[in-house]
């Protein structure tokens, strides 16, 4: 029985005793173990002549119920009655806000079963179901824009790629497009500062920001050393990658070329276990291959000869250069953010207008790509060219960003059934078996390539995880049939015994 005079009389800590239960069982009886709490009120439960305490134990007991305990059922209703009890005299104490009360309770809580139940707050609930909610919602909201954003970089990866096809039908100057196109990279560095005006509420100025963005270049910011240091090399491959990819577009159909351009990141991978000693990977290896054995099939296709074979030669080439790119600057200049990048291919811009002006004019004044006057050229395709490309390159740094990764790599990788379905369907382009083979290859390579890296741990923990789980649900398969089987045998062995 709880005491409640001490609290008040005395200004020590108040305790509430429990005082045990008294014995309700006959001698040679066993003990009870349903219930193995200390009683909370005087009183012991009826007993009838026999020593059982109600009806239900003397049934249960002549029908030889697995698992019965004799007074397993008195003793959960006495519980539930000294229960009920025990919260009536807490509410008599809970007013007594002055006085830390500790009460002692039985390890077996409100389940009948005398299983733990833990109680939570119901803030920290809601609280706890606002922030899963949350995340769901911004992860969702990630997935959905990165497949947007996936498939708009496909799609101006291949209205790039067809307008180059549209244009050199009036106009074959491979290194003029590509000397126009990059010059439009210069408006780049702008765009990202518009949307730094709209979306933070810091406002800088375009100098205070080309000044903090520029120190990609160093502490010191941009000098014209470092200008022609860190920019030439880079505009340099920036430049042979597009000029050979537009020259192998004019050997081969968009189709063949985006499928071996596919292959730069095979290249990324080699050059970065070589020169940048990253984490040599199995699966990664195979994907090389696999790139190399489609390259092999292209060139095989129309019997490595013609302009097949050295259209195939231009476009791997373009990938070479684009993977020698992207581990330079990863070695040089690390990761930078996307105002960095921004002001980076702007200075790139800067560079291919001032300094790599004049190799377009050598090849006009050598007749290597020869035009007429300037009203002649067809600007619409051009600038419809040079924008779907600056577009193309804002979505890719822009969506490493604001989405995952991967979802930037599968946007290029679409880019090749696109110029399939067009080729199939404008330009009624009939692909050979070995070209087919040969792209699903490629492709296939690719796909290996964008696995992680602790792919393979992460494999063998799922599946080790199912087969555990496999284990478990056979383990309780068996028991609850053994539990059965011997409940049955022991019914029917006391319903024998009875007859």
């Given at each position: 029985m709880i005491s409640t005079e001490s609290v008040l009389e005395s200004g020590d800590q108040p305790c509430i005793r429990l005082e045990p239960l008294k014995n309700t069982h006959l001698p040679g009886k066993a003990t009870p173990t349903g219930g193995s709490c200390a009683a909370l009120v005087d009183g012991s439960p009826k007993v009838t002549a026999n020593g059982v305490h109600d009806i239900e134990d003397r049934i249960l007991r002549i029908t030889g119920y697995y698992g019965y305990n004799p007074g397993y059922s008195s003793h959960r209703s006495e519980w539930k009655e000294n229960k009920w009890r025990m919260k009536k005299h807490s509410a008599r104490v809970a007013p007594l806000s002055s006085y830390s009360t500790q009460v002692l309770t039985c390890p077996i809580s409100e389940g009948e079963d005398g299983s733990e139940s833990h109680a939570e707050t119901p803030g920290s609930e809601t609280s706890g179901e606002s922030r899963s909610y949350q995340t769901c919602t911004n992860t969702a909201l990630k997935v959905l824009g990165g497949l947007l954003m996936v498939l708009c970089i496909s799609s101006s990866w291949v209205g790039t790629t067809q307008l180059v096809k549209l244009t050199f039908q009036s106009f074959s100057c491979p290194f003029f497009i590509s000397w126009f196109s990059s010059n439009w990279n210069i408006l780049f560095f702008p765009i990202y500062y518009s949307g730094h005006v709209v979306i933070t509420r810091e406002k800088q100025t375009p100098i205070q920001k080309f000044r903090e963005c520029s120190r990609l270049f160093g502490e010191d910011g941009m000098t014209l050393k470092l200008f022609v240091k860190r920019t030439a090399p880079f505009s340099i491959l920036w430049t042979l990658t597009n000029y050979l990819y537009l020259l192998a577009l004019k050997k081969l159909t968009a189709t063949d070329v985006s499928a071996?351009?596919?292959?730069?990141?095979?290249?990324?991978?080699?050059?970065s276990w070589i020169v940048l000693?990253?984490?040599?990977?199995?699966?990664?290896?195979?994907?090389?291959?696999?790139?190399?054995?489609?390259?092999?099939?292209?060139a095989y296709a129309d019997g490595f000869h013609g302009d097949s074979f050295v259209g195939v030669a231009l476009a791997v080439g373009s990938a070479s250069t684009s993977a020698l790119y992207k581990v330079l600057f990863k070695m040089f200049l690390g990761s930078a953010n996307l105002g960095e990048v921004a002001h980076f291919?702007?200075?790139?811009?800067?560079?291919?207008?001032?300094?790599i002006s004049c190799v377009p004019l050598i090849l006009y004044f050598t007749r290597v790509e020869h035009w007429g006057s300037l009203s002649s050229l067809p600007w619409g395709y051009m600038c419809g060219l040079a924008g779907l490309w600056l577009v193309f390159n804002i979505l890719v740094h822009v969506g490493v960003v604001l989405t995952y990764p991967i979802l930037i790599s599968i946007g290029t990788l679409l880019?090749?059934?696109?110029?399939?379905?067009?080729?199939?369907l404008k330009h009624e382009v009939i692909f050979s078996v070995v070209r087919l083979a040969a792209t699903c290859?490629?492709?296939?390579?690719?796909?290996?390539?964008l696995l992680p890296e602790e792919w393979d741990s992460v494999t063998l923990?799922?599946?080790?995880?199912?087969?555990?789980?496999?284990?478990?649900?056979?383990?309780?398969?068996l028991t609850e049939s053994s539990v059965n089987t011997r409940s049955r045998s022991r019914a029917n062995g006391a319903v024998i015994l009875v007859a």
């Open positions: 071996l351009y596919c292959c730069h990141k095979a290249f990324v991978f080699l050059l000693k990253d984490r040599f990977m199995g699966v990664r290896i195979v994907a090389a291959i696999m790139a190399i054995t489609g390259i092999v099939m292209m291919l702007s200075t790139m811009g800067f560079f291919n207008l001032i300094f880019s090749v059934p696109g110029n399939a379905a067009v080729d199939v290859i490629i492709c296939l390579g690719f796909l290996l390539l923990r799922f599946l080790s995880n199912i087969t555990d789980k496999k284990s478990e649900e056979n383990g309780e398969e």
